[in-house]
C-alpha cells in the first residue's frame, strides 16, 4: 500500500510521482480494499512516499489490519520517529524496514530545507533505530531491518552505518543513478522522459559483484538486492 507524500527529494526514487499532489482517499475506503484482499494474503506493506508522515492515517490503517489478523510491514526513511513509536508501543506492526538516506545524497534529497531537515533527519533516524532496536530484543518487533541504496559514492558511509548497528539485519539494494526528476518547468515530457534514459544509460548501477565488494568490507552477512538476480544472501562464513 502506497501511500502519498514524503518531505525527501532522493533523485532515485522509484515512485516519485506520489512525493507531491492529491489524491484524499478515506481510511475507511482504504480498509475496505485490504479486507477485500485479505483471504488471499497474509500480510499488509505500508510503502510510499512517506508512509510515516501520515501518522494518523497510517496508525489506524495498521490497527484495522491487525485486528482482521493481516501482519503489518511498514517502509520508511526513519525520519518520523513518533509514528514509529506509535506503532511499536500498540504492537501495530510486525515488520519494519528503514530506508538509511547516507549524506552522500545530500544535494538530492535535502533541498529545499537543506540543513534545517538534515539536522532533523539525522536525530530521528537515530531514534527510529533505536527504538526498533529495543523494541526487536523485547519481542515486541519479529523483523527490524536497515537497506541502504548503494551507489559508487556512498561506501564509506555503508561501512559506518553498518558498524553503528553490527546486529541489525542489513540490505545493500542496488540503486540508479541520479537522474534529474520532473520539476515543475518540464514542458515536454517526451525529451525528458529521454534525457533521463540517455543519462541512466550513461551512469550504470553498480553489478552484483561490485556490491559482493563492498559486503566483503562488512565483515558481517547482508543482504544484496539486484534488479538482475533478486534477493541473495551475502554469506560471509563462505568466504573465511
Do not use: H
Amino acid at each position: 500500500m502506497f501511500l502519498r507524500g514524503c518531505p525527501l527529494r532522493c533523485s532515485y526514487c522509484q515512485n516519485e510521482a506520489i512525493q507531491t499532489g492529491e489524491d484524499f482517499r478515506d481510511t475507511g475506503e482504504i480498509m475496505d480494499m485490504i479486507r477485500t484482499s485479505a483471504p488471499f494474503i497474509s500480510g499488509v506493506m505500508f510503502s510510499g512516499g512517506e508512509p510515516a508522515a501520515q501518522k494518523n492515517a497510517l496508525v489506524a490503517l495498521a490497527r484495522d489490519a491487525k485486528n482482521i489478523g493481516l501482519l503489518v510491514g511498514i517502509q520508511t526513511s526513519g525520519l518520523f520517529s513518533d509514528t514509529l513509536d506509535n506503532l511499536i508501543r500498540e504492537r501495530l506492526a510486525d515488520k519494519i524496514a528503514i530506508d538509511y538516506k547516507t549524506r552522500w545524497e545530500e544535494p538530492g534529497v535535502w533541498e529545499p530545507e537543506c540543513a534545517l531537515l538534515r539536522g532533523k533527519y539525522e536525530r530521528n533516524i537515530k531514534k527510529s533505530i533505536a527504538l526498533c532496536k529495543k523494541a526487536s530484543a523485547e519481542g515486541r518487533l519479529a523483523e527490524f531491518e536497515i537497506v541502504i541504496t548503494v551507489f559508487r559514492e556512498n561506501e564509506q558511509y555503508i561501512r559506518k552505518i553498518s558498524d553503528e548497528n553490527p546486529d541489525v539485519p542489513l540490505v545493500l539494494q542496488q540503486g540508479e543513478y541520479k537522474i534529474p526528476m520532473v520539476t515543475a518547468d518540464v514542458v515536454n515530457m517526451t525529451e525528458y522522459i529521454s534525457r533521463k534514459q540517455n543519462l541512466i544509460q550513461q551512469y550504470t548501477p553498480m553489478t552484483l559483484e561490485e556490491i559482493e565488494r563492498i559486503a566483503e568490507t562488512l565483515k558481517r552477512d547482508v543482504r544484496i538486492r539486484t534488479r538482475q538476480t533478486g534477493e541473495i544472501l551475502f554469506n560471509r562464513r563462505f568466504l573465511l
